[in-house]
């Protein structure tokens, strides 16, 4: 597709951005904006707490295994025809979803907006990549970025708004309109690609889908199942391993069979910015887990509170992204990842000193910082990314880009619960070792109630405390992870060749 943003007009560039970004959107809020209405559906839908959290998982799964396929299917399909497959897939699966009335067949419906809703992201990139010239590609990443980006950061606030004022099913509904919107206007303008006679290698599919099924379930299911303890999770990680290495060898060997052509990785700028991305995953978006864990069940915030709280991160996030789309035309993306990198730490260090006598404006500043650093990163490495690929290999890497950042993301939930548990134990057996009759701070503590360590009230009194103050220093803990793993990413940029437009 060889200088194809010749033949749009600015106004048709627009047009198209809207519709490919408005699909994006509703994708991405979806793998946030149902966190908070889970306990709500869980009685709802009459389901345990295990079973309601296969509501992600089940989309997770479906999204990540689909996703490298996005390649391969806009190769066969034609890329405009499989984006408005998609989008209508995507529509009727949120429209089920809303309507479900079991848990079995929410998590059916689930799986079907993860099939669907997985190739709305790389497609969405690498259509704003081809329509815009080479000289506007930083403007067109900073677009995609924003919905990227900010849609699962907003996406608790939105969660938490709707299901107060109307019902969990509007987390659903509220794809119906945008997703109809934005497939009428796609259906007008989108540009389409040539069509390519292409085989499908199954053996390859099957390994892929076993590794990275597999994953997604060890990970997500890890913590409740006692990671190795439990037998599930030694069949997921077996699965797991051994599909993700059939998969390389079977690539190898198959070359242009392959599900998807391992040799973009040879591009030093693609591999090292999605390197960066997966671990910009792990290291953000798993402490956006952590927060709502903080305000809800220390600080006693309210769900709708909570939302309101983590909003202005995104706000933050969109100005920083519009003005780096400017300043990427003269500034080495390089300084810009860098500079991104440390706001997103300098943001993370306050949480190492929070107690439980923290105000919101404690929560929030830190977060509006993060925001920033989180727009100045994402969008240079977006373009970077792309800098060096032909352009017949866009779609294709635009799969695996998002496909790293989905499996960085969940790879970081997964380390930042398990160290949040785990610390919480040893700081729970660290603080019960001083409650005894001598520690004069627990007597002083006691008689300000008018209690003593003996009277039966005392006991659960001192286990509530000791709960809280155990999970305050995990959290801390877990703060200080997150600051060193983000700035961990810094070597990494050094390898990024500098980006020159083509």
Known sequence: MKNIYENFSPFDRWLITIAVMSATLIQVLDTTIVNVALPTMQGSLSATSDEITWILTSYLVSSAIFMPLTGYFSDTLGRKNYMLISIFGFV?????????????????????????GAALVPLSQA??????????????????????????????????????????????????????????????????????????????????????????????????????????????????????????????????????????????????????????????????????????????YPVITTGFAMAPRGISAMISMMIVSKLIKTVDPRILVIVGIMFCALGSIPGTYYNLEINTWWVVWPLIIQGFGIGLMFVPLSAVAYSTLHDSMRAEAAGLFSLLRTMGSSIGISIIITLYTRHTQIAWNQLSGFVNPYNPALTSYLQNMHLDIHQPLSIPLIANELGKQAQMIAFVDVYAFIAWSILGMLPLVFFVRRYKSK
């Open 127 to 300: 259509i704003l990549a081809d329509i815009y010239p080479p000289e506007e590609r930083g403007k067109a990443m900073a677009i995609w970025g924003i919905g990227v980006m900010v849609g699962p950061i907003l996406g608790p606030t939105l969660g938490g708004y709707l299901t107060e004022i109307a019902t969990w099913r509007w987390t659903f509904y509220i794809n119906l309109p945008i997703g109809i919107f934005a497939f009428l206007i796609a259906w007008q303008v989108m540009p389409d690609s040539d069509k390519k006679s292409r085989n499908m290698d199954w053996l390859g599919l099957i390994l892929l889908s076993c590794g990275i099924g597999g994953t997604q379930y060890a990970l997500d299911r890890g913590n409740k199942a006692d990671w190795f303890a439990s037998s599930e999770i030694w069949i997921a990680s077996i699965l797991a391993i051994g599909g993700l290495i059939g998969f390389c060898v079977n690539s190898y060997y198959q070359k242009n069979k392959s599900v998807f052509d391992i040799r973009i990785f040879k591009d030093r700028n693609f591999l090292v910015s999605s390197l960066i991305l997966a671990m910009f995953g792990l290291s953000v978006f798993g402490g956006m887990v952590i927060l709502p864990l903080l305000l809800e069940n220390l600080l006693n």
């Open 92 to 116: 009727i699966a949120s429209g089920l979803c809303g309507a479900a009335t079991s848990i079995s067949a929410m998590v059916l419906f689930r799986f079907l907006q993860g099939v669907f």
